[in-house]
């Protein structure tokens, strides 16, 4: 399988050690599936939990046994972050508060997180040489500038108005009330700083932009395995209101304009970025599909049909119901209108296209809700509240 392997120009591609912050997230779990089953590359993976690649790590009977050693650490303190980075050829950092109801409610974990606990691994990864692929976020972009133009402007028509381009778009944040924006902003911050680094001191670094990755494992069910006050990003949000047959919420009309890719697609792309140092040091990518654009309305209106096919449900009746930004995330809250990723970069330096149409990934990933979930809603739904 893997020594047959070449990179986009031709080599052959050597084994690495690499080491993953954050390995036991969402996008984590998916990146250390696909390193597991199709590279031969070593990940030493960190995380405060390991729930998501349980079975990654077990049983010692599994065909990659050895190659994946979880690292249970917070790097807030851990004094052994310095040495697992340099035991690695390469850093990827994921780890970051990034659930859009945590920006408002608690900025200061936020902007910690985002900006303060990733200056020492941007550190380490300068002062020993190692390359580092960094996970920022589309927020950077914030705000289109169509969004600021008269709502019947011909203007907002223009792509030159709204397609987000890493090299050349402004990035357009609202006041400092509008706390939405620590996430944006300590994002934006650190990725300043790597590109610093690498201008000044040589860091090799690529910088990734996902743009609404999605699937199976994404954030948690309330109640179920996790926080039942919890407010999770709305794939998770409306896949639990589905599964308790409630309906789903749409915050302030859910006239905000997103672009969804499909988990597996956009791993393909970091996994082009692993192997093609040359194409990729140095280098900001977006990665989305620009072609699954939607309101988050339309969002909400296909899940209901593709949850009704895969579950064997009838739609909901009265499937959604409008709140305010305000009732449903508190104060501060604000919105990016639209998203979508200009692909010119990642496609000359990576040749990468996402794949996947929206209701086909939301097929898949709603296949897996039900699966993973339906029972134990139905039990916690069953059971008599205490009096
Ligand atoms: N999923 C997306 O569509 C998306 C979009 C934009 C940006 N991103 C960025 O990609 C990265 C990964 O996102 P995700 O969706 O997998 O989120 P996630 O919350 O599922 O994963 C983040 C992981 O980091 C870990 N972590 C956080 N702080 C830590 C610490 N101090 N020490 C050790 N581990 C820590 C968490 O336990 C979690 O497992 C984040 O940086 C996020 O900002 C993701
Ligand atoms: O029940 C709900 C939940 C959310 N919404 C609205 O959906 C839009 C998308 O929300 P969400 O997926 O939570 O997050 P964002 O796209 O706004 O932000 C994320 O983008 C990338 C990332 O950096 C990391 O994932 C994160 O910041 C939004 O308009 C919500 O208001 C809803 O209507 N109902």
């Known amino acids: 399988m893997a020594s047959s392997r070449v990179d986009l120009d031709g ?11 954050g390995a036991g997230g969402f996008i984590g779990s998916h990146l250390c599936e696909k390193l597991m089953t199709e590279t031969p590359h070593t990940v030493l ?17 599994n065909p990659w046994h050895g190659r994946i050693n979880f690292h249970r650490l917070n790097i807030k303190h851990d004094s052994r972050l310095e040495g697992l980075i340099k035991m690695a050829d390469l850093t990827i ?17 936020t902007i910690y997180s985002n900006f303060i606990d990733a200056l020492p691994v941007v550190k380490y990864c300068s002062e020993n040489n190692k390359r580092l692929i960094h996970f920022s976020t589309c927020e950077v972009y914030g705000k289109t500038i169509g969004s600021f133009l008269p709502k019947d402007s011909p203007l907002r028509k223009d792509p030159a108005y709204y397609v987000l381009k890493e090299d050349e778009s402004p ?8 706390q939405r924006w620590s996430y944006a902003c300590a994002k934006q911050l650190i990725e300043r700083l790597i590109y610093a680094e690498g201008a000044e ?11 609404n990755w999605i699937g199976p494992r994404m954030d948690f069910i309330p109640g179920i395995d996790g926080p039942s006050e ?34 597996k697609d956009a791993i393909e792309a970091v996994l082009l970025m692993i192997e093609n140092p040359a194409r990729a040091n140095g280098h900001i990518f977006n990665v989305g599909n620009p072609n699954n654009e939607v309101t988050v309305r339309q ?21 959604t119901v409008d709140v305010s930004s305000k009732e449903f995330y508190g104060e501060g ?6 998203r979508i990723p200009d692909m010119t970069i990642i496609n000359r330096q990576l040749g990468w296209n996402p794949k996947t149409s929206l209701w086909d990934l939301l097929e898949s990933t709603l296949t897996y809700q039900h699966r993973t979930y339906a029972e134990a809603i139905k039990k916690v739904i069953a059971k008599p509240v205490a009096s």
């Not at 993976?45 to 009977?61: F, G, M, Q, S």
């Not at 809250?333 to 639209?338: L, P, V």
């Open 11 to 21: 080599n052959p591609i050597k084994p690495i050690t690499i080491c993953m912050i």
């Open 171 to 178: 990035c357009i944040f609202g006041s400092i009330e509008k």
């Open 201 to 211: 001191n040589g860091l090799e670094f690529t910088i990734v932009r996902p743009f």
């Open 333 to 338: 809250y604000d919105d990016s209108d639209k």
């Open 230 to 263: 919890g407010v999770p990003r709305v794939l998770a949000c409306f896949s639990n209101n589905l599964l308790r047959k409630e309906p789903l919420k749409l915050v302030d009309g859910g006239q905000s304009q997103r672009t969804f890719v499909y988990i």
């Open 299 to 319: 969002l909400g209106e296909m899940m209901v049909k593709v949850y009704s096919k895969v579950s064997g449900d009838p739609p909901l009746e009265n499937a």
């Open 93 to 109: 950092n994921l780890a970051a508060i990034c659930t859009p109801a945590d920006y408002n409610t608690r900025p200061l974990d």
């Open 45 to 61: 993976a960190l995380d405060v939990y390991n729930d998501k690649i349980k079975h990654l790590l077990e049983p010692e009977t």
